[in-house]
């Protein structure tokens, strides 16, 4: 899986940075990192992890059984760990330009639009 990741996966990612996590466990974490704007369905999650464990990002920690259903925990690979890195790093290379842009625009006076045929 190449960078840049979509939300939903850098978070799914953040959750399982810490420690490994089953489905619901997840679906929490993901919904308090994004302070509550980003709710996964459990059909929309189990899909995006099936397809990090095909890409080597995520792999199975271990699974139980409670209350008679199959509980699977999940853990970053490797791979994960280093491609959450390397996204953490590019995304805060991204922020750290836009922040300099807005200072500048901020310090220096605003151009004013040139007009072509009376239109900004």
Known sequence: MDT???E???????????????GYGIIGEVATLSQGRLSLRPGTLYGA???????GLVEVHREEIVDGRLRRYYRLSPVGDTTLSE??????????????????????PRAVPRTVGGMA
Request: hydrophobic letters at 40%; proline letters at 6%; glycine letters at 2%.
């Open 49 to 55: 992890l099936d397809r990090l464990v095909d890409a």
């Open 8 to 22: 939903p996966t850098f978070l799914i990612l953040t959750a399982l940075a810490r420690e490994p996590l089953h």
């Open 4 to 6: 840049p990741l979509g």
């Open 87 to 108: 996204e953490t790093d590019r995304l805060r290379r991204n922020v750290d330009a836009a922040e300099a842009r807005l200072r500048d625009r901020s310090r220096s």
